[in-house]
């Protein structure tokens, strides 16, 4: 309870480290500072805090390690010590801790902090481009340079606060996390391109892992991994997840950098990174090494135009379906690329819009032919309203490739959720009772059924749910005895009521012969009615 409670409030205390910035620019900018500044301070203090370990000092603060490895950072072993454990070396006057100690002093300029960014670019491939989106001379900061310097110190401040190394467990990482759902509430359409629900991720990840034990070490694959969110959500379920190896590939350079500071601040090893900044469909990846994973989840941008290329009926992913998915939806083309991608064994999970389900000409073609070999697995229909970037209804697609049968287990969950503020989300039951009915694979009145091939084939191959599990609620039957008798009820007790009010009126009494007139007259009418 201590440790959620102190994960609760760093989350908070990050949070609000943004007020510096809110009334600048909108949150799909400032998380650019935000989180550029978060991963900097854990570079640099991670740093700080193990020379003090290399150097046998104990209980030091940040100010002290920063004055011991000055002290210390011309001994060749110590630098040596710190590359081999985090493949980067910060110099001492480039510390967070020492240009904090500028803005106390108030002698920071922002040139320091771009010096200490390129420093750490500089210092391999997987540091390369990380701050590019920190624009530390852009304009939303500050008409001049010393308004930019002072927004700049105002984050460094906020942030320079709060001890984000010594946390228990995965707190630092799951506040970060949490920050990029909130920075995904506020941006609300934009937040598409690099963020899907944790509920959402949590059922997507979880589906892949039913009946599976990957104690010896997986690999997964999400080809569309914006953030990094839905690929890191396997480390809560899986024993060993030193043991994962993850391969993302993300087409904005932004979200791409994004990705790979949030797997750094989750402690995922360099080498269990493998990580790319390119277009999923246009160039497949991977091609060497290992390119099927265990399990493949992805959430990738809907409707999406793609090129279509005539070349790409040669291409592995798509030839054997005979025909391209569309150029104006590009839906199944993530969905063949990543099916191709999987390993016999595994499992494949992908959210899409329900289109996919029914749509006619070339994405009839493929699913009819997904649906004969075999492959589709399971087809989960969520709540609307559940993105930040569309109001749609979508659906989870559950694919293998080592079925022994051709039944589909058709899911309706959209009438599973609760309402926070403008959007929905799944609830931790609702999560459950789709996981639980995707294991056991039963009919459940008006939430599940398991077709049958020759069904779908009788449906002619198309999936739309409804086609499957009958939500129809029939209105309930009308009593007439009881309406009837209600209304008498009703009728009686008007009686009364007029009855005790003709009483009451006769007790009024007016001088105005007129207004007596009136009076009587609305008791007779009254009296006429009551009888």
């Known amino acids: 309870m201590a440790q959620e409670q102190e994960g609760i409030n760093l ?22 500072y935000l989180l550029g500044t978060i991963f900097y301070k854990y570079l640099s203090d991670s740093m700080l805090y193990y020379v003090a370990e290399l150097l046998e000092e104990e209980n030091v603060s940040l100010e002290e390690a920063q004055k011991l490895y000055e002290e210390n950072q011309d001994d060749p072993d110590l630098i040596d010590e710190l590359n081999l454990k985090f493949n980067y070396v910060i110099d001492a006057k480039n510390t967070y801790t020492n240009i904090l100690k500028t803005v106390n002093n108030h002698t920071f300029q922002i040139s320091q902090l771009g010096d200490a960014f390129n420093s750490i670019e500089s210092q391999g491939k997987e540091f390369e481009g990380l701050f590019d989106d920190y624009d530390l001379y852009s304009k939303r900061l500050g008409s001049t340079a010393q308004k930019q310097s002072d927004t700049i110190s105002g984050v460094l401040s906020a942030i320079g606060k709060l001890e984000i190394v010594k946390t228990p467990g995965d707190t630092l990482g799951d506040a970060y996390e949490y920050l990029i759902g909130q920075f995904a509430s506020e941006s609300g359409k934009k937040a598409g391109e690099f963020y899907t629900p944790q509920q959402v991720s949590e059922l997507l990840t979880r589906l892949t892992l039913v009946n599976k034990d990957y104690t010896d070490g997986m690999t997964v694959y999400d080809p569309t991994m914006g953030s990094g969110s839905l690929l890191l959500n ?5 024993e060993r997840s030193e043991r994962i190896t993850y391969f993302g ?36 990846w991977p ?78 073609k493929i699913r009819k032919k997904l649906l004969e070999n075999g492959a589709i697995d399971a087809v989960i229909g969520l709540p609307a309203n559940l993105f930040y970037n569309t109001s749609i209804p979508t659906t989870i697609v559950v694919l293998k490739k080592d079925k022994q049968d051709r039944d589909v287990l058709f899911i309706d969950a959209s009438k599973d959720f609760r309402k926070v503020k403008t959007q929905n989300e799944l609830r931790d039951e609702d999560v459950e009772k789709i996981l639980t009915t995707y294991k056991e694979r039963k009919d459940i009145d ?39 008798k209600e209304l008498r009820e009703t009728n009686e007790k008007i009686k009364e009521n007029e009855t005790e009010l003709i009483s009451m009126l006769k007790d009024l009494t007016s001088e105005d012969e007129k207004i007596m007139k009136g009076l009587n007259d609305f008791i007779s009418v009254l009296e006429e009615d009551v009888k």
């Not at 396997?234 to 899986?238: E, G, N």
């Not at 039957?477 to 309406?483: A, M, Q, R």
């Open 234 to 238: 396997f480390r809560k379920y899986v």
């Open 446 to 484: 008006k939430y599940a059924h398991l077709a049958s091939f020759d069904e779908i084939k009788e449906n002619e191959f198309n999936l739309n749910i409804p086609r499957y599990v009958d939500t129809f609620e029939p209105e309930p039957e009308i009593n007439l005895d009881e309406v009837s």
């Open 287 to 364: 091609i060497e090494e290992i390119t099927n994973f265990d399990a493949v989840v992805m959430n990738p941008p809907y409707s999406y135009k793609w090129s279509a290329n005539a070349g790409f009926k040669d291409d592995p992913r798509f030839s054997a379906y005979g025909v391209l998915p569309p150029k104006s939806k590009a839906d199944y083309a993530f969905l063949l690329h990543g099916y191709y991608h999987l390993k016999h064994s595994g499992v494949m999970a992908i959210v899409l819009p329900h289109g996919i389900l029914f749509r006619g000409a070339a994405e009839g």
């Open 249 to 284: 590939q993300e087409i904005n350079t932004s979200t791409y950098n994004l990705a790979r500071m949030n797997m750094i601040l989750h402690h995922v090893d360099i080498v269990n990174q493998k990580l790319r900044n390119g277009d999923t469909l246009d160039e497949d």
């Open 11 to 32: 989350e908070n205390a990050l949070f609000n480290a943004a007020d510096v910035l809110r009334s600048k620019m909108d949150a799909n900018e400032y998380k650019n």
